[in-house]
């Protein structure tokens, strides 16, 4: 081989290491930079940076004993409604929905605001429930629709007054 051919041998084998070497760098440091973010965020969520080793980080303590800090609830009355029963849409076999349900409201006054609408509240749930079938009330999303659907109806019959939520005390459907 002459010395000129040579020469062009040993620059592409100089060209062919040099990216590789560059190669192998930037991928060293790609993982070191992911291995100091996964240990980083690991002994951020067990709590080495800051806080006491009594309490997790980021609850306060009322007393100095360890009990956290809970944010007052708002207050709220509870109003029962009567017990409804009614035979769902279906074909063949009768089948029946038993409801008990509580109405949360703001205050006393509220439901005493309610209590002259009950007639027409109790006549929005029995029309709408008389029309459900079984399959509509299955799993929680199911009972969810339900529960998002009364308070709307009820909330309209009520007007101005408004209910919080509709809890259900009792459910049977048999």
């Known amino acids: ?27 060293i440091a790609a993982v070191a930079v992911v291995l100091l973010v996964v240990i980083g965020g690991a002994a951020y969520f067990l ?21 956290p800090d809970f944010v007052p609830q708002k207050e709220v009355y509870f109003y029962d409604l009567p017990e409804v029963t009614v035979n769902l849409a279906t074909q063949g076999q009768a089948t029946y929905l038993k409801v008990q349900i509580s109405l949360e409201v703001a205050s006393r006054e509220v439901a005493d605001q309610i209590e002259p609408f009950l007639p027409r509240v109790m006549d929005a749930f029995q029309v709408y429930m008389r029309e459900l079938r079984p399959v ?35 459910i049977l459907i048999q």
């Open 136 to 170: 509509d009330l299955e799993g929680s999303a199911g009972l969810f629709r339900l529960k998002e659907e009364l308070l709307r109806r009820i909330n309209v019959a009520v007007y101005p007054a408004r209910v919080d939520g509709v809890l259900f005390k009792e």
């Open 1 to 27: 081989m002459s010395d000129a051919e040579q020469g062009a041998v040993e620059e592409t084998e100089a060209d062919g290491e040099a990216p590789s070497k560059k190669k192998k760098i930037i991928l």
């Open 47 to 67: 709590g080495v940076f800051g806080g006491s080793d009594s309490e997790p980080a980021g609850i306060q303590s009322a007393d100095g004993e360890g009990a």
